[in-house]
């Protein structure tokens, strides 16, 4: 009586010929199904699908050919009842094993007694019964499916109790249950494609493929995900009537669906398109995932609703932001906040996707949410934090959508422990253009490469269409002035919180809403005012370091736009909150220093840059157009100018700050605390460095090439000089002094702008500074470090400008590993030994041995030991005296500067004295000291080795 396909061989199936299946059939001879061959009383019954392919194809049984009734032991009741309520165990394997046992008993039954167990097994699924049961339940079903015994009857029941399975997930407590449930029946969809034929389940092709696809795409398991992926191909391949099976799995596969946010983000907007699917997708995200318990998967939900709008803005905006909307004063806390993350997520990418107003009831609704919070006591509770962040978030969009730039990914914000949004590594794209429009972007890099006459035309087109594309991608809403006011409030709470993840989304916020709104004539007096605010936090050392820490994040985001006349006031609050304190081994307050660190280059990099597009837009002109390059031209549309950051402010204030971090060697309970700061002081000079590099090729570029020979020239006689004096070669009149800058180009216009001369000088020093202190750093002990440290190098040296400048460019960027890989794991001492080598060059001897010295004495035995070997190997070399000249020129191209090496001798032994001198009560490098000395004696006989201290103290 089992239901069997009428053929299970493939080539059968293609051929269609029945005469020649049955033919088969009766050549081959039908063997008999183990339940017929155990009984013997059923001789016509149909085969078992795993006896054979040929007896597979055996037609359904005749009503003549009905089997003899059989006899069942009473025993048998009692068996199933056992292995049914054993479908409930609370162990797997009992469970499995249960299923089993009730799929080979059932089909041993006759017709009547397997349909009371397949009724009994359906009864599983009941809302009523525990996870266990649905699990159980489901396996069960999975095998009597695979054994025929499901007859075609049950398959309506079947499939409806299935859909419920796929979206079966309770909550308790913090979490919820139901995985194990939504993986069976994936798999019961599995065994159903096996066994049926298409027509059988014509019914249920639709439910069943917005289910499995459902699952595939926004489930939270990935075991999940990739069951539903395997039961959605195996579907398609064996029915073959899902709408769009084929062009589905060529993106929905097993792979694809692994990764979360590339299923939410690209699979799912992907089968959106199909009109099947899209109100299923869409629905669940809004009733189903944007409720979920878990935070990250809120986010990703509300992100997964953004991705579809490009293909369902007409559906997102007039009915599921309406309900979103609704979910605002739900009782359920995460309601609340899926519903917030889901209103943000929407606007921008409804504004990106055309959409550029919306009813007047639902945008008014979406003004007031901030407003209905406040007053309904959102911030408050135990639940305020996540409140805060999700209505930062709000306000982060909405400047988005109004302003028509691109913000921060959702999850992309407070990923970094000690750097908030918008400060990123020189080796990628700094996180805060992606908040930029990309008409600043691309404007920017018009202004670095000084692109000739004959180009302008094209490059003023092609930023002219971008800003007008952006300009068409904006939303329009009656933000009014309570708005406003309570995104400020909720902007200056965040910032001032204790959880760094609120104040990472209060900093983004407040660079989206001053980028929007501050050339806004009634809101820009309000952003001043927190301005201020936040500078006079910033100096209060009687405020929260957690209120002191934000306001120095805060500051640091600001747009130039919005800093007219205000810049250096903000610059020189930063750089008093950035100064290392006198006592380095108090860890007072690192994470304002860190912050203060990291805004201080980060706005000095923004103000310097609105000076270049403003000179850029100054100076290049075709005929009555000229580029106009992001906030400034929109500032001179409005009748003003940015104004010019000062040079004194740069190379008197700003610079020496972030020199001074790269020496902050704080400590505490959580050890050297100030390699946070040294971090985020060299991102923040490498992009300065490189700043000055790109106005320098824009300055003069036709001169750049004998200017860059004339710097390379005198940079062998003042690097040691410059490296020795340090911060205060920057300085304007310091270099008056010393002849480097005419007096004529120290005048009074010096103060408010950029001659070249000055330019010129300012990034040879600098780079040669930073160099000196990157080599420092990419030989101490902390393996963070000297990767970041070997990254930054490679990024200087890769500009032409700056290679240019830094004597010896090609010894350095010789001994740096071609390849990333090597500075992971063990294989990142490898450059140890070849950064050893710059040793050759006499003016980067001493930041290379006070790293060589800390790594050497350090407790990491690999690189102490890697260290040891590195240094004496280069004094063995300089000792061997029939090298001299030749071994010069065979390690760097410039051996006429480099000197004898076996002066390297009496310069390590000076230098070391001279450091013992300085730091022989210093916890962090008295003892390394005296170790390097040690092994110096006795491994470099260093016992005799001359030292003219008085040198040593000049040079120092």
């Known amino acids: 009586w089992r239901y069997v396909q009428n053929a299970a061989d493939l080539s059968m199936n293609l051929a269609g010929n029945t005469a020649a299946a049955a033919a088969a059939t009766t050549d081959t001879g039908a063997a008999l199904p183990p339940v017929a061959a155990e009984h013997g009383n059923c001789a016509n019954a149909a085969p078992s699908r795993t006896e054979g ?9 005749a009503e003549d050919n009905v089997c003899e009734p059989l006899e069942v032991p009473e025993q ?22 249960a299923a089993k046992g009730v799929g080979r008993l059932a089909s041993c039954l006759p017709l009547e007694l397997a349909e009371e167990v397949v009724d009994g097994t359906l009864r599983l699924l009941s809302s009523s019964e525990p996870d266990t049961s649905w699990h159980g339940g489901c396996l069960a079903i999975a095998e009597l499916a695979r054994r025929s015994t499901l007859s075609s009857a049950h398959l309506n029941t079947t499939t409806q109790l299935l859909q419920q399975a796929l979206a079966y997930d309770v909550r308790r407590g913090p979490h919820s249950v139901g995985a194990h449930v939504r993986d069976a029946a994936a798999y019961v969809c599995w065994a159903l494609a096996r066994a049926y034929e298409p027509q059988q389940l014509a ?6 493929a917005a289910s499995l696809l459902v699952v595939a795409c926004y489930d939270r398991e990935v075991n999940c995900r990739r069951a539903a992926a395997a039961a959605f191909q195996e579907t398609v391949g064996r029915l073959g009537s899902f709408p769009h099976g084929m062009d589905i799995l060529a993106v929905a596969d097993y792979f694809s669906v692994g990764n979360v946010s590339n299923a939410y983000l690209h699979v799912a907007p992907f089968i959106a398109s199909f009109e099947e699917y899209t109100w299923q997708l869409l629905d669940h995200l809004v009733m189903v995932k944007l409720r979920h318990w878990d935070k990250a998967l809120r986010s990703l939900a509300a992100m997964g609703l953004a991705a579809l709008a490009p293909v369902a803005a007409l559906q997102l905006s007039t009915h599921a932001l309406p309900q979103i909307l609704g979910l605002i004063a739900h009782d359920a806390l995460e309601v609340r906040t899926g519903a917030v993350l889901g209103i943000a997520e929407l606007l921008p990418a409804l504004a990106a996707a055309g959409v550029h107003e919306l009813q007047p009831s639902i945008a008014g609704q979406v003004v007031g949410v901030l407003r209905k919070l406040e007053q309904g006591g959102g911030y408050r509770g135990k639940g305020g934090e996540l409140m805060r962040e999700a209505a930062a978030r709000l306000i982060d969009q909405i400047a988005a959508a109004v302003g028509g730039f691109d913000a921060l990914p959702l999850l992309a914000v407070g990923h970094t422990r000690h750097h908030r949004a918008g400060q990123g590594s020189p080796a990628s794209n700094s996180n805060i253009s992606k908040q930029k429009s990309a008409a600043t972007d691309e404007e920017q890099q018009d202004a670095s490469e000084a692109a000739p006459n004959a180009a302008l035309n094209a490059d003023t087109a092609r930023v002219t269409a971008v800003q007008q594309q952006k300009q068409e991608q904006r939303m329009q809403l009656p933000l009014t002035t309570e708005y406003h006011a309570a995104a400020v409030r909720l902007l200056l709470d965040c910032l001032s919180h204790v959880q760094n993840s609120i104040q990472t989304s209060g900093v983004a916020a407040l ?25 006079s936090k910033l100096r209060g050392r009687d405020e929260l370091p957690a209120a002191r820490r934000g306001a120095a994040a805060g500051l640091g985001v600001l747009p130039a736009g919005l800093l007219m006349g205000q810049g250096q006031e903000v610059l020189a609050a930063l750089a008093a909150a950035a100064q290392v304190p006198l006592d380095p081994q108090t860890g007072y ?21 609105a000076n270049t597009r403003v000179n850029a837009k100054q100076q290049q002109q075709v005929g009555n157009i000229s580029i106009a390059l992001g906030e400034t031209a929109v500032a001179a549309e409005a009748g003003g100018m940015h104004p010019m950051v000062p040079v004194l402010v740069v190379t008197d204030c700003v610079c020496p700050t972030l020199l001074n971090a790269l020496d902050d060697y704080t400590t505490d309970n959580r050890g050297d605390v100030g390699s946070w700061v040294r971090e985020a002081a060299m991102d923040g000079l490498t992009q300065l460095v490189l700043l000055l590099g790109n106005m320098q090729q824009a300055a003069e570029p036709g001169q ?15 690097v040691a000089a410059v490296i020795a004096q340090g911060v205060t070669n920057l300085h304007v009149q310091q270099q008056q002094q010393q002849g480097h800058i005419a007096p004529a180009v120290c005048s009074p216009q010096l103060a408010t702008g950029w001659s070249p001369a000055h330019l010129a000088t300012i990034h040879k020093r600098l780079s040669v500074l930073l160099v000196s202190s990157a080599l420092r750093q990419a030989l101490e002990r902390i393996a963070r470090l000297r990767e970041a440290a070997v990254l930054h190098l490679k990024a200087l040296l890769a500009q032409p400008a700056t290679a240019a400048v830094v004597s010896g460019a090609a010894t350095i960027a010789a001994a740096l590993p071609a390849d990333l890989a090597e500075l992971a794991g063990v294989a990142s001492l490898a450059c140890v030994t070849k950064l050893a080598a710059v040793l050759a060059l006499p003016w980067y001897r001493l930041p290379l041995l006070q790293g060589l010295v800390a790594s050497i004495g350090g407790v990491d035995a690999s690189l102490a030991k890697a260290a040891s070997a590195a240094l004496l190997a280069q004094i063995e070399l300089a000792s061997e005296t029939s090298k001299s000249a030749d071994d010069a020129a065979e390690y760097v191209e410039d051996a006429p500067h480099i000197g004898d090496r076996q002066q390297l001798r009496q310069d390590v032994a000076s230098i070391l004295v001279q450091l013992w001198k300085r730091q022989a009560r210093s916890p962090r490098l008295s003892l390394p000291l005296i170790k390097t000395a040690a092994l110096l004696i006795t491994h470099a006989d260093f016992a005799g080795v001359p030292v003219n201290v008085k040198s040593s103290e000049d040079d120092l």
Do not use: Y
Not at 515 to 521: G, K
Not at 600 to 609: C, D, G, K, N, R
Not at 704 to 718: I, K, S, T
């Open 589 to 609: 307050d690192i994470e304002t220093r860190i912050a203060a660190v990291a805004s201080l280059a980060q706005l000095t990099h923004e103000l310097m840059s």
């Open 704 to 718: 750049q090439g004998a200017r860059q020979q004339q710097q390379q020239d005198l940079g062998h006689n003042e």
């Open 511 to 535: 660079r989206s809403h001053t980028l929007a709104f501050c050339r806004s004539a009634s809101q820009r007096q309000q952003l001043l005012e927190l301005v201020q605010l936040c500078c």
């Open 203 to 208: 019914g249920c092709v639709s439910m069943l």
């Open 53 to 61: 392919s040929h007896a597979a194809a055996a037609a359904p049984l």
């Open 76 to 97: 048998i009741e009692d068996v199933l009842g056992v292995l049914l309520g054993s479908c409930s165990d609370k162990d797997t394997v009992v469970r499995w094993s």
